[in-house]
């Protein structure tokens, strides 16, 4: 029989904690759209997303109702899309963008990711024509989402990529300067990217993963921070102890969810990526789980070991919680998306090097931030190059999406709306980079590659 | 006009959907009502409740500082409505009489809590 209050306690955490399902996010495979033709190859595309994903949002809807369980976002991954672009010029790859977003409007959902390139050791004639095409592509779309991996531990750091990386970003920014610098928004920059996340703007579906897979994100940062409040004062093994606990729930739900879609849509249970994302709302905030922790602000020392501590349990809590955990899994720090890290960048309590530390402990890295408008492409190759190393060195995803807002300086807010929320532009190292990024080359992979 | 070749770049749905899912593993459903107390509020719930096929298995029900709390579990086996339609009937007498009114399949408890 189902106790009463176990029945408060799930209610209580959907109403007033913002527990949800992220996303479900359906990743498709479009190795069989080839074609030399762009034309074709676009419509091949298109046909092929809308055939497989036609019922998505349908089912998305009526699992929320079913359950009573917000899910916020509905988003499909595809194929990167620079395996497509071999034969195709600039011209031909952003028809590929237009075929995603056309198909992502038609279908409802939120984001469609994969417009994507993979070249940590090097890229394909598809890579490069991709990646020049990622400022057009991200500035005429409003639902396409672009991701490049630029290293691993196994093959080093691309500085190539990485120099134009910070070239495409400053372009990608000028292009759509008249909408807040919004194309950063949807252009990530990654170190061991993971091949089956669910989470944007960096999803894409892996060249190893099936035909069609669901992968499924969970959130609820404000169910972990009113659980650790709960407690009192208590010793911060205890506080680990309610996380791991807190973490096996939300994962629960998103394992349900995850199971239910992928029977009602006829396709293969991937993953279910164990992540505390936070939203603008408030009390939805990751930050606000370090300071219920005890920090007077996140940001203060002792931010970075808290939120070691925070990922760690997060992991423990819900890995028994899932048949199959992938993705990011841990805690993401997206300044504009999270309420408590959005007015720690205001009062100057959380900073570039700050959040660069925390990103070596939790799953994501330079997430969302807004820096002023004039900051150099080399400077924004060195915070990318900064950030990958530490991804690379610790094993571990790391990734980059700065966004440098177009007539902003310091001290100015950037409003993106929804889920993206709102950024303060926070300061940036200006020392000039641009000798040691002009070099170019492979950083090789660090020793601990060698595993075999 | 039936289309017999599909031109590419445009896409229609299939012509025959699959059954409508919402029905496949009808069990128990949780309903919880919470707002300001009235009165007539449990005859109304359960009212739609049996218009819908919906069996009351277990009511609990408390008012504190005027506020209404109810939790019913119901058996929906011989729901005669797909589960998404009472869902929202429940949820349209809550908006009509200023209460919260959620319903809720029994799995998202039991998976919760249960392992």
Not at chain 2, 48 to 65: H, K, M, P, W, Y
């Amino acid at each position: 029989m189902l106790d009463k209050f176990d029945i408060l306690e799930t209610l209580n955490m959907i109403r007033e904690e913002c527990l949800d399902v992220r996303t479900i996010t359906l990743g498709i495979s479009l190795y069989d759209c080839q074609s030399d033709d762009p034309r074709r190859l676009a419509d091949n595309i298109y046909d092929k997303v809308m055939s497989r994903a036609h019922n998505l949002v349908k089912v998305g809807n009526d699992i929320e109702k079913m359950y009573g369980i917000p899910i916020i976002n509905k988003r499909v991954s595809v194929t990167p899309a620079a395996l497509l672009c071999g034969r195709m010029d600039r011209d031909g790859a952003v028809g590929i963008a237009r075929a995603l977003d056309r198909a992502a409007h038609e279908l409802g959902i939120n984001f469609i990711g994969g417009y994507s390139a993979l070249v940590q050791k090097g890229a394909s004639d598809g890579s490069r024509v991709l990646i020049e095409s990622i400022p057009e592509a991200l500035a005429c779309t409003e639902l396409v989402c672009s991701s490049v991996n630029v290293a691993s531990t196994k093959a080093g750091i691309n500085m190539d990529a990485v120099a134009e990386m910070g070239r495409v970003i400053r372009r990608t920014a000028e292009l759509t300067a008249d909408r807040g610098s919004i194309g950063c928004a949807k252009l990530v920059v990654f170190a061991n990217a993971p091949e089956d996340n669910p989470f944007m703007a960096g999803a894409f579906h892996g060249l190893g993963e099936p035909e069609t897979v669901i992968n499924v994100g969970v959130s609820g940062p404000g169910v972990v921070a009113s659980a650790i409040r709960r407690a009192g004062d208590c010793s911060l093994a205890e506080i680990a102890e309610i996380i791991k606990k807190t973490a096996f729930k939300i994962t629960r739900v998103g394992q349900l969810v995850a199971r239910e879609a992928s029977n009602r849509l006829g396709v293969p249970f991937g993953i279910v990526d164990l992540s505390l994302a936070p939203t603008p709302a408030i009390g939805d905030s990751v930050a606000y789980i370090l300071e219920s922790m005890g920090l007077e602000q996140c940001g203060a020392c002792g931010t970075t070991a808290a939120l070691a501590l925070l990922n760690d349990a997060v992991k423990k809590g819900g890995v028994m919680a899932s048949s199959q955990v992938g993705g990011l899994s841990g805690a993401f720090i997206p300044v504009s998306e999270d309420a408590g890290m959005i007015a720690a960048a205001r009062s100057g309590a959380l900073r570039l090097e700050k959040l660069e530390a925390m990103t070596a402990v939790c799953s994501v890295g330079l997430d969302m931030i807004a820096i002023p408008g004039d900051t150099s492409a080399e400077v924004i190759s060195g915070i990318i190059a900064d950030e990958i190393a530490i991804g690379v060195v610790n094993t571990k995803t790391t990734a980059v999406r700065v966004i440098p807002a177009i007539g902003c300086k310091v001290g100015d807010t950037v409003n993106f709306g929804g889920l993206l929320g709102e950024a303060p532009v926070m300061p940036v190292n200006t020392l000039s980079p641009a000798k040691f990024i002009a070099r170019g080359g492979r950083i090789p992979a660090p020793i601990h590659s060698l595993k075999n | 006009m039936r289309r017999t070749v599909r031109q590419r770049g445009t896409w229609f749905p299939p012509e025959k959907p699959g059954p409508p899912p919402g029905k496949a593993r009808p069990m128990k459903a949780v309903v919880s009502v919470i707002g300001k107390d009235t009165v007539g509020i449990i005859a109304k719930v359960s009212a739609e409740c049996a218009r819908c096929g919906v069996n009351i298995l277990d009511i609990s029900q408390t008012v504190l500082q005027d506020y209404f709390t109810m939790i019913m579990i119901t058996d929906i086996d011989g729901i005669t409505v797909p589960f998404p339609d009472f869902v929202d009937a429940m949820a349209r007498i809550g908006n009509a009489n200023n209460l919260k009114i959620l319903t809720m399949h029994e799995d998202i408890f039991n998976t919760m809590h249960k392992i």
